[in-house]
């Protein structure tokens, strides 16, 4: 039985930890905060719940596959229940789109914005759901070591069909005229943590995933996830240490040999390293061991950080659901500020998370716990006002938008921004999603798994493949198990 470590307790973490785990090995996980689940921790405070990131639940096949690996389903250990409307995009006061669960409600509000609209809807999702099921079997599913990787009968038959070339912007606008449509569209790869000019269509996927897979919730929040993937991997037998910062890797003969964790040696096998990968190389590992220089990492473009808004509200607002975008200003313009000015939004789009819309146990009776999220780019200089600058600009937007008062009635308020990224997940200049899936920051060119130099020694998460985001994560986490146990 070879002695594993993983280092992290994100999504990443827990699903590498549980696939070493089932291969009959001594998995330790140890975790710098006091809390596992990584980006997707939560906290509660006056009786409202928080998820402290992520909130959307897509592709539900990709956690109903991983837990199926265990014998398990995802009902086994948390309630889903799907959300009508899946999500709504309110562009005015007045001029809202909510996105239906079911095709025949998606197709009747298409065709109301756009004659012969559900038509074309058809054929997008049709060509979208041949590049999930290629996608998500083929390209994903592999450590991406080369390319020689993809080269399977369904890839190559289907390589025009997968849309490298072009972006899901041109995609989308050969599609629908409306810029209503297009922006609903396009929302959906802003998961990837780029520009829907600057990604390939093969990525319009996910609408596929969005539209015609439909958005989920786990009854107790998204946290009811971490938790159960814990008690699963508790089951396989994975230890957890929190509060075990590890400050140092060592490598002996060109193995890991062990590491420091709060200054104390653990003897290890093997290591699996789910923390921001930028951190564990420059920071943990020695020189010689590292795969990429420090110049590697200021060269790649990042996906967004963010500012966040943790907000306790004494009363119902009527207008929201629980997901809802503000899509009230220019995309072009706050995309330009956070991928090319690299500077603070000035009028930036939001979204806003009432998860006590679905469910009562997330807020006392009669209150909603709002989360309120703005996208900003990475390394910005994060002060408490400017934090306080934003709040105000987007109370007052969200005021007017739904037409109510809700200021006045916050009773509990907490901030999150890249500061809090450094310090709670070390990550790289506060990213808050990881690496932009963009042609050139794709499979083979993202960071990879392996380390080059160290043969039992993988990276898992959302900065290597297949890329940020929860069920990413879980793929990942489970690549990186497969690699190593080859590798011990
Ligand atoms: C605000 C926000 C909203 C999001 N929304 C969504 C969404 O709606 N849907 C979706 O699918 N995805 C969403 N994402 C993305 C998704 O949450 C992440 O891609 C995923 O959770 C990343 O998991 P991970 O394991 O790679 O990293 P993490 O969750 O960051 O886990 C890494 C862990 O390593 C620990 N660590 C780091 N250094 C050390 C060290 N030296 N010693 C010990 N431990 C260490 C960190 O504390 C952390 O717990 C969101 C992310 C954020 C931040």
Redesign the pocket.
């Known amino acids: 039985m070879a002695k594993i470590s993983v ?9 590498a930890a549980c696939f070493a785990a089932k291969a009959g090995n001594d998995v330790t996980v ?4 006091s809390a ?6 939560s906290f509660s405070e006056q009786g409202f719940m928080f998820d ?8 539900p096949d990709i956690f109903e596959s991983f837990f199926s690996e265990f014998g398990k389903k995802a009902s086994d250990y948390y309630n889903l229940v799907q959300l009508e409307p899946g999500f709504q995009i309110i562009f005015g006061k007045d001029d809202v789109l909510p996105l239906p669960a079911s095709m025949n409600g998606i197709e009747e509000v298409f065709e109301a914005i756009e004659k012969g609209s559900a038509v074309k809807l058809r054929k997008f999702l049709a060509e979208g759901k041949y590049k999930y099921n290629v996608g998500m079997k083929h390209l994903v599913n592999t450590p991406s070591y080369s390319w020689l990787e993809f080269a399977k009968p369904d890839v190559i038959k289907g390589v025009f069909r997968l849309d490298v070339f072009r972006s899901v912007k041109s995609h989308v606008a050969d599609h629908f005229t409306d810029p209503r449509l297009r922006a609903l569209m396009e929302f959906p790869v802003l ?1 990837l943590g780029a520009m829907p000019d600057n990604i390939p269509a093969l990525y319009s996927l996910m609408n596929y995933a969005a539209i015609s897979l439909g958005t989920w919730y786990p009854m107790g929040g ?1 946290v009811k996830i971490v938790e159960g993937m814990q008690q699963l991997a508790t089951s396989l037998g994975v230890k957890f240490r929190t509060n ?4 140092q890797v060592m490598v002996e003969g060109g193995k890991i040999s062990g590491l420091h ?1 709060n200054g104390a040696k653990e003897s290890t096998d093997g290591l699996i390293a ?3 990968y930028n ?2 190389e420059q ?2 590992l020695p020189a010689q061991y590292r795969n990429y220089p420090a110049k590697y990492w200021d060269d790649k473009t990042f996906a967004p950080s ?1 500012l ?1 808004f943790y907000i306790g509200v004494n009363k119902k607002v009527k207008k929201l659901i629980h997901h809802n975008l503000f899509f009230d200003t220019s995309l072009d313009v706050h995309s330009k500020e956070i991928y090319e000015n690299l500077s603070w939004p000035s009028d930036p789009l939001f979204y806003v998370c009432a998860p006590s819309k679905t469910d009562p146990h997330v807020a006392p009776e009669g209150m909603e716990n709002l989360f309120i ?1 703005i996208p900003v780019a990475t390394g910005l200089k994060d002060t408490p006002d400017v934090r306080e600058e934003y709040y105000q600009k987007v109370m007052k937007r969200m005021e007017l938008l739904c037409d109510d008062t809700i200021a006045d009635h916050v009773v509990y308020k907490k901030s ?1 921004c890249v500061n809090d ?1 450094v310090n ?4 790289f200049k506060g990213n ?3 690496l932009a899936n963009t042609l050139r920051q794709t499979a083979v060119l993202k960071p990879t798994l392996r380390n080059k130099k160290i043969k039992n020694m993988f990276y ?4 290597t493949v297949p ?7 879980l793929i ?2 489970r690549l990186a198990a497969e690699e190593l146990i080859k590798n011990i």
């Open positions: 280092i992290g307790s994100g999504f990443s973490g827990l699903s140890y975790e710098k905060n596992i689940g990584g980006r997707a921790r402290m990131g992520p909130s959307w639940y897509w592709m998961f998204m075990a910062a590890v400050d964790v789910s923390g921001d951190h564990v920071r943990l963010c966040i999220l999150y990224f709670d997940y070390n990550a808050a999603y990881g898992a998460g959302q900065l890329g940020p985001g929860v069920p990413p994560a990942s986490g």
